[in-house]
């Protein structure tokens, strides 16, 4: 389930990113869409590795997922 959920946030970043590569003029909520949809995919891994018993690259990954949110929620204002 984990990793269906990863494939979906990774395919919504991808679209939102080449959405964002094509056009003229990109509205910021593209970007913001975009990284919130790799912050969810980040936070969808580091779960996946918790699960695993993989603690310290689950961390790593929930860190990661928290910066993304930072920068998302930073390009809003």
């Not at 918790?50 to 928290?66: D, E, H, M, Q």
């Amino acid at each position: 389930m984990l990793f269906k959920f990863r494939v979906l946030f990774s395919l919504i970043a991808i679209s939102f990113a080449l959405y964002a590569l094509f056009s003229e003029q990109t509205p910021d909520i593209i970007y913001t869409c975009m990284f919130l949809a790799l912050s969810m995919m980040m936070h969808m891994m580091g779960l996946s590795e918790i699960k695993a018993n993989r603690k310290p690259a689950g961390w790593l990954y929930f860190s990661t997922a928290v910066f993304l949110g930072f920068v998302m929620t930073y390009s809003l204002f």
